[in-house]
C-alpha cells in the first residue's frame, strides 16, 4: 500500500456559528482578529468571512438549519478542538474569558506544558496552550 500525497499546503478550520456577526466580534475582541473579508448573502446572513491574527486564519459562516451546515449547538457540541498555541497562554485566556468564553479546564502547568480549554459563546472549544 502506497501513502497518498495531497497537493494542498494548508489546512484552514471554517467554523459555522449561529451568529457570525457576533462570533467575529468575539475573535476581535478575544485574540486581535483582523476582519480580511466578509460576504452576505442577500438575506444578509454571513455566508463567508475570514479571520486572521498573527500568522493564524481561519473562516466563518451563519449556520444554515436544514443543512450540513449547523453550529455545535445544533449538535450537543462539537467534535472538534481547536489548539492555539501563543505565546502567552494566561493572557489570551483571560481575553477570551472577558470576551464571554466559559472555561472548561483552566490553563494550568502540566508535564506536556502549560495548556487549558475554554468554549466560546459559540460552542466551539479552543485549547490555549503556550508555547
Known amino acids: 500500500m502506497t501513502a497518498t500525497t495531497t497537493q494542498q499546503s494548508t ?3 471554517r467554523l459555522i456559528v449561529a451568529d457570525a456577526g457576533r462570533a467575529i466580534a468575539f475573535y476581535v475582541e478575544a485574540f486581535g482578529a483582523e476582519e480580511v473579508s466578509r ?3 442577500d438575506d444578509g446572513k454571513i455566508v ?4 486572521r491574527f498573527g500568522q493564524v ?3 466563518l459562516k451563519d449556520e ?3 443543512t450540513p ?3 455545535p449547538s445544533d449538535l450537543a457540541g462539537s467534535p ?3 489548539e492555539l498555541t ?3 497562554a494566561d493572557a489570551v485566556g483571560t481575553a477570551m474569558e472577558k470576551a464571554g468564553a466559559t472555561v472548561i479546564y483552566p490553563i494550568d502547568d502540566h508535564p506536556y506544558g502549560r495548556v487549558g480549554r475554554l468554549r466560546d459563546p459559540f460552542g466551539h472549544v479552543w485549547m490555549i496552550s503556550q508555547n
Open 80 to 82: 472538534v478542538i481547536l
Open 11 to 13: 489546512l484552514q478550520p
Open 86 to 88: 501563543v505565546a502567552d
Open 39 to 41: 460576504y452576505e448573502g
Open 48 to 51: 463567508h468571512a475570514e479571520l
Open 57 to 59: 486564519s481561519f473562516t
Open 64 to 66: 444554515e438549519p436544514g
Open 69 to 71: 451546515d449547523v453550529g
